[in-house]
């Protein structure tokens, strides 16, 4: 039945044209999408792909890079022995420096009056004993005339280790100049009987005391010191 209202049907026939320009239908019957739906379908692909890449890649890597570990190296000497290091600013202990140990016996001292002053020889004698030196007899006496500066002789060629450790010891222990080797010839008339070290007794130290005033051997030890790294 036809709109008496609309003569000769324009009404529908602009409906079906209306229609038509916004539902398109494709040869099989299916409906095409407008350019605007296309569009937004392919951005929805192209996101879906950059997310399913970053989560494939380890999360947080983006660019789908393997991760790397990184591993320091221990530090070692030449030996191939460990090297502990300390961090800059921490503290630091200095190890205390080595000292020999004192050697006083092993070998027998004589002393020889070279100071010109009777009973000097005696007297330097005692006071070597009682820090525990080996001593022959009551010292002896210089035929070369005085001298101003004690001096510590040794006699090298007697095969034995400590004659030397002894000098060295007797030297510090006076505060006079390393040991020598004995002169040849010796500057004395009297018989030196067993020993091998020798104190010429100078006027520096002839009837004075020592410059250590104990009776045990002294070992300079300082004690440790803490540093702080720059």
């Not at 080595?98 to 002393?111: H, S």
Request: no cysteine.
């Amino acid at each position: 039945m036809s709109d008496p209202t609309d003569p000769g049907g324009v009404g529908a026939a602009q409906a079906e044209r209306a229609s038509s320009r916004y539902a398109r239908v494709g040869d099989n019957g299916s409906p095409v999408g407008s350019p605007l739906t296309i569009i937004l379908a392919v951005v929805a692909v192209v996101v879906g792909f950059l997310i399913f890449r970053t989560i494939d890649g380890g999360g947080g890597n983006a660019g789908g890079l393997p991760d790397t570990e990184i591993t320091i190296p221990t530090p070692t000497d030449a030996q191939g022995n460990t090297v502990v290091t300390q961090a800059p600013g921490s503290p630091t202990t200095a190890a205390p420096p080595t000292t020999a140990a004192v050697t006083r016996t092993g070998a027998t001292v004589v002393v020889v009056n070279a100071a010109g002053i009777g009973g000097v020889a005696g007297d330097m004698t005692e006071k070597l004993a009682a820090l525990t030196y080996t001593m022959e007899g009551e010292g002896i006496t210089s035929n070369a005339g005085a001298i101003d500066t004690t001096v510590v002789y040794y006699n090298a060629g007697t095969g034995n280790p400590a004659t030397l450790a002894v000098a060295q010891a007797l030297a510090n222990d006076l505060g006079v100049g390393p040991p020598q080797e004995v002169p040849d010839p010796f500057p004395s008339d009297d018989s030196t009987g067993a020993a091998t070290v020798f104190v010429m007794l100078g006027t520096d130290l002839a009837g004075k005391d020592l410059p250590t005033a104990t009776t045990a051997p002294t070992v300079n030890t300082p004690a440790p010191t803490t540093t702080t790294a720059a």
